[in-house]
């Protein structure tokens, strides 16, 4: 949200939206120091939930240097060196979104420093896979990885950007499955519901994009309608779009249940 106007505070608030969680992701530029990060860092943790407060919505981050930014590995260093910092933010929900850009051995080796992290600080996490033709073999390289580590909890996990020739993979071995809705790449509505009448729906969530580029963050609502013109039930519709994140998020005991009046 922090690439978005108040406008769009609005249109999801008159939308129903309940909560939102934005992971630390690219800005659409590389950033060339960690001091830049740590501004990134603060607007997360202490702007951005003012602004959304204004609309009647909780916001929540996820913390960490992004795959694409990865690369370049001092750098990577300094930034996560700042993270536990922030990690005792109100609004901060765990390390993410990590995972790998293109695969390559600089970007393994902070997703690796990354789940150290999280495990150490009993963050949750939030993983991003990589699009087009790396998406199958990254993304089974991210769960190797958190396989063999030996302290994640696949049930602590989601794994984001998953598509139809991942998301049966992330599903089988006990992850959570994201799927990201974009208007023109990752997964349109029609696409996502498509995908969730192939399998069962636990341990799944849609998600919006709210990025620099070409994105809609009502994208949920209009998947939700989608699935209300195929005949799903009220009751399904709630369970994908408000039970199954309130299920997962509530493992991080800084997350409320924003249906319950305090």
Known sequence: MVSRTTDDYESMALAGCAAICEPAFWAGFDRKSADGFYDYFCQLTRHEPKR??????????WL????????????????????PEFLQAPN????????LNKNTRNELQILEAH???????????????PHLEDKRKGTRLILDILKAHGKVNPERVIIDHVEEHTFREVVEQGFWAGIT????????????????ESISAQRVWLNSACDWGH?????????????????????????LIYQNPL?????????KDPGVIA
Not at 92 to 99: P, Q
Not at 181 to 196: C, F, G, I, N, T
Not at 226 to 231: A, N, S, V
């Open 52 to 61: 959304a407060a204004k609309y009647g919505i909780p916001h929540y981050s």
């Open 64 to 83: 960490c240097i992004n795959p694409k930014e990865a690369e370049d590995i001092g750098l990577a260093r300094e930034v996560m060196a700042l993270i």
């Open 92 to 99: 901060v929900l765990g390390i993410g979104e990590i995972g």
């Open 115 to 129: 789940i150290d992290l999280a495990v150490q600080h009993k963050q949750l996490i939030l993983v991003h896979t």
């Open 181 to 196: 809705l974009y208007p023109e790449s990752k997964a349109s509505p029609q696409r996502a519901v498509d995908m969730l």
């Open 215 to 239: 994105s809609d963050p009502l994208a949920v609502p209009k998947a939700a309608l989608e699935m209300r013109r195929r005949g799903h039930s009220v009751e399904v519709v709630d369970r």
């Open 247 to 255: 299920q997962f998020l509530s493992q991080c005991a800084k997350f």
